[in-house]
């Protein structure tokens, strides 16, 4: 049984730092391609950022290439997900998500998610 757990979500002021990580189970986690989403409250999920299966390359979304460094340990089946300089639209739940095929920003073509972690970002 596949399973992706998030941890690392909590309230942060606004400027502040989270780091997310995904702990994945039940899956040859170094030949998944894997990436981070979010989904804020009346929004569509959204890709945040990804990462290959060696993690020699990454992909943001526009405007988080900076604030956010997205990482992967295939020794400890972990990806992690940086986060700097939050702001008030950065709330959301962040799930990690996991796909066989090469890097996609959609979500329909993740396989597997985790159940979330909720990021508060305050002012």
């Known amino acids: 049984q596949v399973q992706l757990v998030e941890t690392g979500g909590g309230l942060v002021q606004a400027g502040g730092s989270l780091r997310l990580s995904c702990a994945a189970s039940?899956?040859?986690?170094?030949?998944?391609?894997m990436a981070w989403f979010r989904q804020a409250p009346g929004k569509e999920r959204e890709f945040v950022a990804g990462?290959?299966?060696?993690?020699?390359?990454?992909t943001y979304a526009d405007g988080l290439n900076g604030p956010c460094t997205i990482s992967r340990d295939n020794a400890k089946n972990t990806t992690t997900l940086q986060m700097n300089f939050l702001k008030l639209e950065d709330t959301a739940v962040y799930y990690c998500?996991?796909?066989?095929?090469?890097?996609?920003?959609?979500?329909?073509?993740?396989?597997?998610w985790g159940r979330g972690t909720q990021v508060t970002v305050s002012s």
């Open positions: 998500a996991a796909t066989a095929f090469v890097m996609s920003i959609t979500a329909d073509q993740y396989s597997y």
């Open positions: 039940g899956l040859t986690f170094s030949t998944w391609t």
């Open positions: 990462i290959t299966r060696r993690g020699d390359s990454t």
